[in-house]
């Protein structure tokens, strides 16, 4: 398996600019998430899918869009790209079975925008 | 609103001596609380969780819900511990997941 893989791995942007990132993710979890980590300031809860159709916002989702179409599969979007949005993005996913809490994380994607 | 906070940014202590990093959270439910750690150019990983009440690389962690707490330990600290540690909550039947700001243990020969 190869569990958990985001692309790109680097990406700079120039301001107003759009992209998505993306996850998936093969070990058939029905739980996902985005966070942003900022120097300092620890992992911040963006999005999550508890399953295929299914997202809610977390902590940060200003800017941000997502969508879940597949199990696998959990894109990130920046519509119109800013500086404050310069961050490394790690993407995780969980079983959601009760009682099995683990996230297993994705690589990260560093994105500056400039 | 549901926070964790690690006061330590950094934490540097010799070989051999006793590590204790501190979390506390804020949440008025039952909390199911992690700690994870990444390593040097390692993805992040978990490394206990409290409702398994179990011993990971000699760490331990015990919560303490009169002081809404969960502090890792371990100790005798060995090089190899040196590593970014994140304290995190889960809640919303642990479908929401948050973290701390991250304490980065430095273990000194």
């Known amino acids: 398996n190869a569990g958990v893989t985001q692309t790109p791995k680097f990406r700079i942007l120039k301001i107003g600019q759009s992209m998505t990132l993306q996850c998936a993710q093969d070990?058939?979890?029905?739980?996902m998430y985005w966070y942003r980590q900022d120097p300092g300031m620890g992992l911040k809860l963006i999005y999550y899918?508890?399953?295929?159709?299914?997202?809610d916002k977390g902590e940060v989702p200003n800017g941000y869009n997502v969508s879940r179409s597949t199990t696998e599969d959990f894109p990130l979007r920046l519509e119109l790209a800013a500086p404050s949005q310069t961050s490394v993005y790690f993407c995780?996913?969980?079983?959601?079975?009760?009682?099995?809490?683990?996230?297993?994380f994705g690589p990260g994607t560093r994105l500056t925008v400039t | 609103a549901q926070r964790v906070t690690q006061p330590e940014k950094l934490l540097s202590v010799f070989k051999g001596a006793p590590v204790e990093l501190k979390c506390n959270y804020s949440y008025s439910g039952s909390p199911e609380l992690f700690w994870y750690v990444q390593y040097s150019r390692q993805r992040l990983q978990l490394l206990l969780r409290?409702?398994s009440r179990e011993s990971i690389k000699g760490f331990t962690a015990d919560l303490n819900k009169g002081e809404t707490s969960f502090h890792l330990k371990k100790p005798f600290a060995q090089e190899e511990d040196s590593a970014m540690y994140y304290c995190?909550?889960?809640?919303?039947?642990?479908?929401?997941?948050?973290f701390g700001s991250g304490t980065r243990l430095s273990i000194r020969p």
């Open positions: 409290h409702i």
């Open positions: 899918s508890v399953g295929a159709g299914i997202t």
């Open positions: 995190a909550l889960g809640y919303s039947s642990a479908s929401k997941i948050i």
């Open positions: 995780a996913s969980r079983t959601g079975t009760s009682g099995d809490y683990e996230q297993y």
């Open positions: 070990m058939n979890h029905n739980y």
